[in-house]
């Protein structure tokens, strides 16, 4: 099975800061990468798929990039309210798994 | 919109059986197009996939290595749902639960569950 690994697997950032989340992927999967975010004892939400398409509704200073093995994640401008942990998940074919997860916070 | 809605028991007794439904409104279980899967979250596991059934002229099930003894995921037409059956558990299956959607070939999960936190202690 493909192995999802996301680095690092926490961070803290001042409000403004550019933000950065990478996950590497232990073989080539195209762009059939998404990142999810998840609150506290929320459901996970889908931010990003394609590798860098926008799900509707998210804010742009999310972006994602990458193929292959290696995707980013990255905030602009962190906000208060992006406090939660970002998942990468690849999907080209089953089984679907998903990197371990960075926890976002205010510095 | 799809809403999925998740019901089912949040305690299991050691070596019973897991079982959990979820509800679908806005689609069909019988969607030629969409997928409907179970995943599980734990501190010790991190989100883990896993399986689904979809309807592509005929029922498909995919299962997830580390379960595929245990599990089965049946869908239920006349009631427009689907169900997890978990087997023989033990307390390391204890998790958030989550039915979720997925549409076409290679898509994520657009559309999950409210989640379940399941239990599994004597």
């Known amino acids: 099975d493909i192995q999802m690994t996301q680095s690092p697997s926490s961070l803290s950032a001042s409000v403004g800061d550019r933000v950065t989340i990478t996950c590497r992927a232990s073989?080539?999967?195209?762009?059939?990468l998404a990142w999810y975010q998840q609150k506290p004892g929320k459901v996970p939400k889908l931010l990003i798929y394609?590798?860098?398409t926008l799900q509707s509704g998210v804010p742009s200073r999310f972006s994602g990039s990458g193929s292959g093995t290696d995707f980013t994640l990255t905030i602009s401008s962190l906000q208060p309210e992006d406090v939660a942990t970002y998942y990468c998940q690849k999907y080209n074919r089953a089984p679907w798994t998903f990197g371990q997860g960075t926890k976002v916070e205010i510095k | 919109q799809v809403q999925l809605q998740q019901s089912g028991p949040g305690l299991v007794k050691p070596s019973q059986t897991l079982s959990l439904t979820c509800v679908i409104s806005g689609d069909s279980v019988s969607s030629n197009s969409a997928a409907w899967n179970w995943i599980r979250q734990s501190p010790s596991r991190g989100l883990e996939w896993l399986g689904r059934?979809?309807?592509?002229?005929?029922?498909?099930?995919d299962y997830a290595v580390s379960v595929r003894s245990r599990i089965t995921i049946n869908p239920d037409t006349s009631k427009n749902q689907f169900s997890l059956q978990l087997n023989s558990v033990t307390p390391e299956d204890t998790a958030v639960y989550y039915c979720a959607r997925d549409v076409g070939t290679v898509t994520p999960f657009e559309y999950w569950g409210q989640g379940t936190l399941v239990t599994v202690s004597s």
């Open positions: 394609a590798a860098s």
């Open positions: 059934t979809y309807y592509r002229s005929k029922w498909y099930n």
């Open positions: 073989q080539g999967i195209s762009n059939n």
